[in-house]
């Protein structure tokens, strides 16, 4: 069946520091890859989103590019705020009716100032 | 704005008292999702409806139901919340299309407590 796998965490970083996440997946046919962010005490936010091979996905200084032959959809941000603390879930979504989400573990960033 | 809202955002619960969560989307999105996420762990599907087709996870325990009486609104029961039960509770929508890449839209979450 399809998995995302993440890197283990937590992650602290200081304020400005570069950020990678790693995610890698399995999956059966051509799925959609997210990246989602919680903040303490609240839902899930989609952060960005690719769907297909090469496709680079980006938003709030934050990208991650669809690697089809790594099977791998890292997530960048060249400097880290301390508002980007957070959780940050790696998932992905295959085609189809009644698609479902298939989230990674999840890893704590803690940025410090 | 568009958007999930969740009621309430917290709720209490004695053990073995039913309790039922709510969801509304402004979304007019067709389907409806309830997760169960524990703490330090990423959400757990429960079901989902696909417009008024209920689909009900695998492991999912008898104790969880749910009902959608239209488009906007989707309801989390639990008919007898033991301990184990406690958790956050997110309500998510995405809107069914070939080629959208099926994001989902998630609520702000309800955080129930059993005591």
């Known amino acids: 069946g399809d998995s995302v796998t993440q890197m283990e965490g937590p992650v602290t970083l200081s304020e400005e520091a570069f950020l990678t996440i790693n995610c890698t997946y399995t999956?059966?046919?051509?799925?959609?890859l997210f990246w989602y962010v919680q903040y303490p005490g609240e839902g899930l936010q989609l952060l960005l989103k690719a769907t297909k091979a090469d496709d680079k996905g980006s938003n709030k200084g934050f990208e991650a590019t669809y690697r089809k032959e790594t099977t791998s959809f890292h997530l960048e941000k060249g400097s880290v705020q301390v508002s980007d603390s957070a959780v940050y879930f790696c998932a992905l979504s295959n085609t189809g009716a009644n698609s479902k989400l298939t989230f990674g573990k999840g890893i704590t960033l803690s940025v410090r100032p | 704005d568009a958007m999930v809202i969740q009621n309430p955002r917290y709720q209490v619960t004695q053990f073995g008292k039913p309790v039922t969560l709510s969801c509304s989307q402004t979304?007019?999105?067709?389907?409806m999702y309830w997760y169960q996420q524990k703490s330090s762990q990423a959400p757990k599907l429960l079901f989902h409806y696909y417009d008024k087709d209920f689909n009900n996870e695998a492991d999912t325990p008898d104790n969880f139901q749910s009902r959608r009486p239209n488009t906007s609104f989707c309801f989390l029961d639990i008919r007898s919340p033991g301990l184990g039960d406690a958790a956050m509770y997110l309500c998510a929508t995405s809107r069914d299309s070939g080629t959208s890449g099926y994001e989902q839209y998630f609520g702000p979450g309800t955080r129930l407590t059993v005591t």
């Open positions: 999956a059966t046919g051509y799925p959609s």
């Open positions: 979304l007019n999105h067709n389907v």
